[in-house]
C-alpha cells in the first residue's frame, strides 16, 4: 500500500505538465495547505501531494506555508465538482506572524513569527539515520534508545527555532506523526520519509545519498542565498567513553569551519557558565570522509551530541529541556554565523 503511495508520488514529479504556470494563492497567516487548499475549492485528499511537488522548494519544514507568499494551485480535475467557497484572488497578508506545520505535532505546529532576524538564511536539517536504520541503540534501564529518534526530536526544535526567527528551514527526515515529543524515552519507529515524502532505503549509502541530493536540488533554487546543512547526530562509542558535542566540517570548506566553529563558541560559553568546574572539551575537526560533509554543496556541519551508551552522556538527550537547550544553543551559533557573514 505504502510502495504504491511512493510511487504514484514520484510519476507525479516526473510529469513534465507541472512545470507549467497555472492559478496560484496567497497564503493567509496560519494557514496549512489543508486550509488554502479547501479555501480555493480544491479537495484536499485528490490535490495534497500534487501541491506539495507544485511547490516544492517553496513551503517551511514540515511543508508548512509561509504567509504572504504565493504558491501555485493544482489545476483543478475535470471530476473535482466542488464549486470554490472563497475567490482565488491573490491577497498578501501584511504582517505574515504565524506558520502552520504539522510535522511539529498538535502542541506544537502553530509557529508564531518573533522577528525576521534570520529572513534570508536558508538550513537543510539532517537528522541522523531514521526510516529502517534507528542509527546507534543504546540502553537505560530496561529502555532501547535510538539515535535517530532523539537526533529527529532535537533537529525537529532547532527547526522550529528557526522558523521563529524568519529562516527558511527544510526538514531532510520527516516523520508525519511523531512531531516535537516531551517524553524522556521516545519511542523507535521506521515511518521517518526523505523529504518530502520519499520512502528512505536501508542501505546506507542509498540513504545519505537520497537526502542530499534533495538538498543540494534545493540549493540550487536557493543560489546566491546563505545556505547551510546541519547533520546531528548521538553517536556510538564504547560505553565508558564520555563524549562532549563535536562538531565537523569540511577541510576546505571555509564557510563550514566558520560555522561551525560558532556553534562551539555557544557550547563553550554555555558550558563554562552551566559547569565551570569542568572544562568543556567539545571540538571543531575537519572531517571531510563524511558523506554528507563532503557531498553537500550548501556547507555543512556535522554534529555529534554525545555518545548514546555512556549513563553521564545520556541526560544530555533524555531529558526533554536539554534537548531544547541543545536546539538553542545550536541556533544562536547559527544566528551568530549568519549575522558575521
Ligand atoms: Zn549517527
Avoid at 494557514?31 to 490535490?47: D, F, I, P, T
Avoid at 501541491?51 to 504572504?68: C, D, E, I, K, V
Avoid at 563554562?272 to 572531517?287: D, F, H, K, T
Avoid at 538553542?328 to 544566528?335: A, C, S
Wanted: aromatic share 10%; charged share 20%; with cysteine.
Amino acid at each position: 500500500m505504502r510502495f504504491v503511495v511512493f510511487f504514484c508520488l514520484f510519476c507525479l514529479f516526473t510529469i513534465p505538465g507541472f512545470s507549467q504556470r497555472g492559478p496560484t494563492a496567497v497564503a493567509r497567516s496560519g494557514e496549512g495547505v489543508h486550509a488554502l487548499l479547501r479555501r480555493n475549492g480544491l479537495a484536499e485528499s485528490r490535490h495534497f501531494l500534487q501541491f506539495l511537488s507544485l511547490n516544492r522548494g517553496r513551503l517551511t519544514a514540515g511543508n508548512g506555508l509561509m504567509a504572504g507568499r504565493t504558491y501555485r494551485l493544482p489545476a483543478r480535475g475535470k471530476s473535482a465538482a466542488a464549486a470554490p467557497k472563497a475567490p482565488a484572488r491573490a491577497s498578501a497578508s501584511s504582517s505574515a506572524s504565524v506558520l502552520h506545520a504539522p510535522i511539529f505535532g498538535p502542541k506544537h505546529s502553530r509557529v508564531r513569527v518573533l522577528d525576521r532576524s534570520m529572513r534570508g538564511a536558508v538550513y537543510y536539517l539532517s537528522p541522523g539515520h531514521g526510516g529502517p536504520d534507528p542509527g546507534a541503540v543504546g540502553k537505560y534501564g530496561k529502555h532501547r534508545l535510538a539515535e535517530d529518534e532523539y537526533a529527529y526530536d532535537v533537529t525537529l526544535r532547532l527547526a522550529r527555532v528557526l522558523m521563529e526567527h524568519g529562516a527558511t528551514v527544510y526538514m531532510l527526515i520527516q516523520d508525519p506523526n511523531d512531531g516535537i515529543r516531551d517524553e524522556q524515552f521516545l519511542k523507535i519507529d521506521y515511518d521517518e520519509l526523505t523529504y518530502p515524502h520519499q520512502r528512505i532505503p536501508l542501505n546506507q549509502l542509498a540513504r545519505l545519498r537520497q537526502r542530499i541530493a534533495q538538498a543540494n536540488q534545493l540549493h540550487a533554487r536557493h543560489k546566491g542565498a546563505y545556505q547551510r546543512l546541519l547533520s546531528l547526530h548521538v553517536d556510538s562509542r564504547s560505553q565508558g567513553q564520555k563524549i562532549d558535542v563535536f562538531f565537523y566540517h569540511h577541510a576546505n570548506s571555509a564557510a563550514g569551519l566558520r560555522t561551525a566553529r560558532s556553534i562551539h563558541r555557544v557550547f563553550t560559553n554555555r558550558y563554562a557558565r552551566a559547569q565551570p568546574n569542568r572544562p568543556y572539551s567539545g571540538n571543531v575537526l575537519p572531517r571531510s570522509s563524511l558523506y554528507e560533509v563532503r557531498t553537500s554543496h550548501a556547507p555543512a556541519v556535522f554534529m555529534e551530541l554525545g555518545n548514546i551508551h555512556n549513563s553521564r552522556d545520556q541526560p544530555r538527550f533524555l531529558l526533554p529541556d536539554n534537548r531544547q537547550a541543545l536546539a538553542n544553543w545550536i541556533y544562536e551559533g547559527l544566528r551568530a554565523d549568519f549575522k558575521g557573514r
